[in-house]
């Protein structure tokens, strides 16, 4: 069965770090384009980082990995393979970070999307929350 798990949210002050797993079971991650998407109350869902899968794609002209202005240089998006695990550290967190968020995955070979509607498979989220 193919699934994916977030974790790793929680309630954190302004300025504060957590750090979001996502862990794959039933397929292998390396074949994948992972995304992370939030959606906060009332808001559209959008993505915050994107990693490429193992096959040496990337979002031009960025790269393997490609954020958003409103996370760059905050959120790093990274992948573990042997543990089929990808991350999202996200550090000096604001209040308007606050959102679920969810790791969704796209297959390999396609070409690269930032769109959630070309994403298949999906977790279920994680609440995080930025407040003092």
């Known amino acids: 069965q193919v699934q994916l798990v977030e974790s790793g949210g929680g309630l954190v002050q302004p300025g504060g770090s957590l750090r979001l797993s996502c862990a794959a079971s039933?397929?292998?991650?390396?074949?994948?384009?992972i995304g992370w998407f939030r959606q906060a109350p009332g808001k559209e869902r959008e993505g915050v980082a994107y990693?490429?899968?193992?096959?040496?794609?990337?979002?031009?002209?960025?790269?393997?990995?490609y954020y958003p202005d409103s996370v760059k240089g905050r959120f790093t998006i990274s992948r573990d393979n042997d543990k089929n695990t990808v991350y999202l550290q996200m550090d000096n967190l604001k209040p308007e970070d606050t959102a679920i968020y969810y790791c969704?995955?796209?297959?390999?070979?396609?070409?690269?999307?930032?769109?959630?509607?070309?994403?298949?498979?999906w977790g279920q989220g994680t609440q995080v929350t930025v407040a003092s």
């Open positions: 969704a995955g796209r297959p390999a070979g396609e070409e690269q999307s930032i769109l959630a509607s070309d994403y298949v498979y």
């Open positions: 039933g397929f292998s991650l390396d074949y994948y384009t």
């Open positions: 990693i490429s899968a193992s096959d040496g794609s990337i979002f031009y002209p960025d790269g393997p990995t």
